[in-house]
Nanobody, 124 residues
Framework: QVQLVESGGGLVQAGDSLRLSCAAS????????MGWFRQAPGKEREFVGV????????IYADSVKGRFTISRDNAKNTVYLQMNSLKLEDTAVYYC?????????????????WGRGTQVTVSS
């Protein structure tokens, strides 16, 4: 079992930066692939990015590539989502998720464990 708790969400203006954290317990973040997803009002949950468990390989959705960065602090057992140059369309509830097995999954049903999410609101 892996328990995940997101934090760091809030209200920011377009162009600002924000860093989300995902603290894990029950397993080390270096033993599972850690993904980030988001769900905007009235939309389906979508893939944001994932970091591999062993080496620092990452995959990002085209919509965030070049603006968002996922990193991992094994000592703190925490994964981060650094979000720069935020846009109005980045407004969503952001979830972290953990996946066992193969790396590279971008579909939410491939992930085994989920946090409850943190709200990010970008205003103009």
């Amino acid at each position: 079992q892996v328990q995940l708790v997101e934090s760091g969400g809030g209200l920011v203006q377009a162009g600002d930066s924000l860093r989300l954290s995902c603290a894990a317990s029950g397993r080390t973040v270096s033993s599972v692939h850690m993904g980030w997803f988001r769900q905007a009002p009235g939309k389906e949950r979508e893939f944001v990015g994932v970091i591999s468990k062993s080496v620092t390989n990452t995959i990002y959705a085209d919509s965030v590539k070049g603006r968002f960065t996922i990193s991992r602090d094994n000592a703190k057992n925490t994964v981060y989502l650094q979000m720069n140059s935020l846009k109005l369309e980045d407004t969503a509830v952001y979830y972290c998720a953990a996946k066992e097995g193969l790396y590279g999954a971008i579909r939410e049903y491939d992930y085994n464990y989920w946090g409850r999410g943190t709200q990010v609101t970008v205003s103009s």
